[in-house]
């Protein structure tokens, strides 16, 4: 599977897709950091790659159709933000994509918790 990480998720996320076989770009390797939401999921939409990030906009279906993607995957943490919790989260998305693919979908990704967005026509 085609991914994109966004900027805050580093490169450990990076090689933890990439040991499972993902083919796997990040924001920052690409100069986006910083990028508007409109822009970052453009490109992804462009490149056809499923976005994975933390940012709670991209769960707003009307302004980020899925459907239109390769999906996109938004981690959900609750408290305070730390490289493990995040990397926690990141491991239950990988376990997850061994199971079944985001196939233009939206993912919200809790701890021991899968929600999805069905995409239009679903």
Same mark, same amino acid.
Not at 9 to 29: C, I, N, Q, S, Y
Not at 65 to 73: H, L, Y
Not at 86 to 115: F, S
């Given at each position: 599977?085609? @991914?994109?990480?966004?900027?805050?998720?580093?490169?450990?996320?990076?090689?933890?897709?990439?040991?499972?076989?993902?083919?796997?770009?990040?924001?920052?390797?690409?100069?986006?950091?910083?990028?508007?939401?409109?822009?970052?999921?453009?490109?992804?939409?462009?490149?056809?790659?499923?976005?994975?990030?933390?940012?709670?906009?991209?769960?707003?279906? @009307?302004?980020?159709?899925?459907?239109?993607?390769?999906?996109?995957?938004?981690?959900?943490?609750?408290?305070?933000?730390?490289?493990?919790?995040?990397?926690?989260? @990141?491991?239950? @998305?990988?376990?997850?994509?061994?199971?079944?693919?985001?196939?233009?979908?939206?993912?919200?990704?809790?701890?021991?918790?899968?929600?999805?967005?069905?995409?239009?026509?679903?």
């Amino acid at each position: 599977m085609k @991914l994109k990480l966004d900027e805050n998720l580093g490169p450990a996320g990076r090689d933890l897709f990439a040991a499972k076989g993902h083919d796997v770009m990040t924001v920052v390797e690409q100069d986006l950091s910083g990028a508007s939401d409109e822009s970052l999921y453009a490109v992804c939409r462009d490149e056809g790659r499923v976005l994975v990030t933390l940012d709670h906009d991209f769960g707003h279906v @009307l302004g980020f159709p899925p459907s239109a993607t390769a999906g996109i995957g938004v981690l959900e943490l609750r408290g305070r933000l730390s490289p493990k919790a995040i990397m926690a989260r @990141l491991t239950e @998305l990988a376990a997850l994509l061994q199971v079944q693919p985001i196939d233009r979908e939206l993912w919200i990704i809790e701890a021991g918790r899968l929600r999805i967005h069905q995409r239009d026509g679903d």
